[in-house]
């Protein structure tokens, strides 16, 4: 028998990328689980953390198994998406953008029970938009997903892949607006990238005196796995060399 604990620690692991440790987990429970709801959030489990591992015949394995349930296009959605979201972080965006199309054309996200489904394709499409360059139809997508569901699960990560979007394109002051609201939910990291963009924006608008105290801020917090430092430096080098130029006299920083 396997239990719900069980299986949240390894969803657990998996959310942190521990990918070796849930399969490991997943793989041990398979073996123990009778129920067939339970055998498929096992082998769910098992695709996503093989898929990122690379590991195909575990992961062509599990689909086999998730083959003999019944509603097989549920299953077939899932798997998709799982080798969606690994395809973006490994530089393969149109690859991954041609699942998500795929996945976004067919009947499961039309159905009403799926629509946190459809949430998360809208944002992995606008995810893969941004990396193909595509910032106009990217911020698209980011905006049905978030008029989906204005407070979901994604919102934090998609509050500052839009503050990105709208700051490429020189729309600082709504860029600023959508990382300014970042400092007020999400984890360390995520309210340190958005400060970087914050800083960003105001330098871009020649608000350098705001910039370089929003900089001085975010000295404070480094390291951040998600902030290059170098950028950093040349933000603040930028922003002293402005105010240099406007006023030579003076010391901002």
């Given at each position: 028998?396997?239990?719900?604990?069980?299986?949240?620690?390894?969803?657990?692991?998996?959310?942190?990328?521990?990918?070796?440790?849930?399969l490991a987990l997943y793989q041990g429970m398979l073996a123990r689980a009778q129920d067939a709801v339970v055998r498929m959030k096992i082998l769910y489990g098992t695709v996503t953390c093989s898929?990122?591992?690379?590991?195909?015949?575990?992961?062509?394995?599990?689909?086999?198994?998730?083959?003999?349930?019944?509603?097989?296009?549920?299953?077939?959605?899932?798997?998709?998406?799982?080798?969606?979201?690994?395809?973006?972080?490994?530089?393969?965006?149109?690859?991954?953008?041609?699942?998500?199309?795929?996945?976004?054309?067919?009947?499961?996200?039309?159905?009403?029970?799926?629509?946190?489904?459809?949430?998360?394709?809208?944002?992995?499409?606008?995810?893969?938009?941004?990396?193909?360059?595509?910032?106009?139809?990217?911020?698209?997508?980011?905006?049905?997903?978030?008029?989906?569901?204005?407070?979901?699960?994604?919102?934090?990560?998609?509050?500052?892949?839009?503050?990105?979007?709208?700051?490429?394109?020189?729309?600082?002051?709504?860029?600023?607006?959508?990382?300014?609201?970042?400092?007020?939910?999400?984890?360390?990291?995520?309210?340190?990238?958005?400060?970087?963009?914050?800083?960003?924006?105001?330098?871009?608008?020649?608000?350098?005196?705001?910039?370089?105290?929003?900089?001085?801020?975010?000295?404070?917090?480094?390291?951040?796995?998600?902030?290059?430092?170098?950028?950093i430096e040349t933000g603040v080098r930028n922003g002293i060399a402005y105010l240099e130029k406007r006023n030579p006299q003076g010391k901002p920083f």
């Amino acid at each position: 028998m396997v239990t719900e604990l069980e299986i949240e620690v390894a969803l657990h692991l998996s959310a942190e990328r521990k990918f070796g440790d849930a399969l490991a987990l997943y793989q041990g429970m398979l073996a123990r689980a009778q129920d067939a709801v339970v055998r498929m959030k096992i082998l769910y489990g098992t695709v996503t953390c093989s898929t990122w591992l690379g590991l195909d015949a575990i992961r062509e394995d599990a689909i086999r198994d998730l083959k003999q349930f019944p509603d097989y296009d549920v299953s077939r959605a899932f798997i998709v998406m799982a080798q969606a979201g690994a395809f973006i972080d490994f530089g393969r965006a149109q690859e991954a953008l041609d699942l998500v199309t795929e996945n976004l054309g067919s009947g499961v996200l039309q159905r009403a029970d799926f629509q946190d489904w459809k949430y998360e394709h809208l944002f992995l499409k606008g995810q893969c938009l941004v990396r193909l360059n595509a910032i106009d139809e990217a911020l698209c997508a980011f905006d049905a997903a978030h008029s989906m569901d204005p407070e979901g699960r994604l919102e934090t990560v998609m509050l500052i892949e839009r503050a990105n979007c709208y700051r490429t394109r020189d729309r600082f002051a709504e860029a600023y607006e959508l990382a300014s609201q970042v400092q007020d939910r999400g984890d360390e990291d995520f309210r340190t990238l958005a400060m970087q963009y914050m800083a960003e924006c105001r330098l871009g608008q020649r608000r350098a005196e705001e910039a370089l105290s929003l900089y001085r801020d975010l000295q404070k917090r480094l390291p951040c796995r998600l902030v290059d430092e170098e950028r950093i430096e040349t933000g603040v080098r930028n922003g002293i060399a402005y105010l240099e130029k406007r006023n030579p006299q003076g010391k901002p920083f």
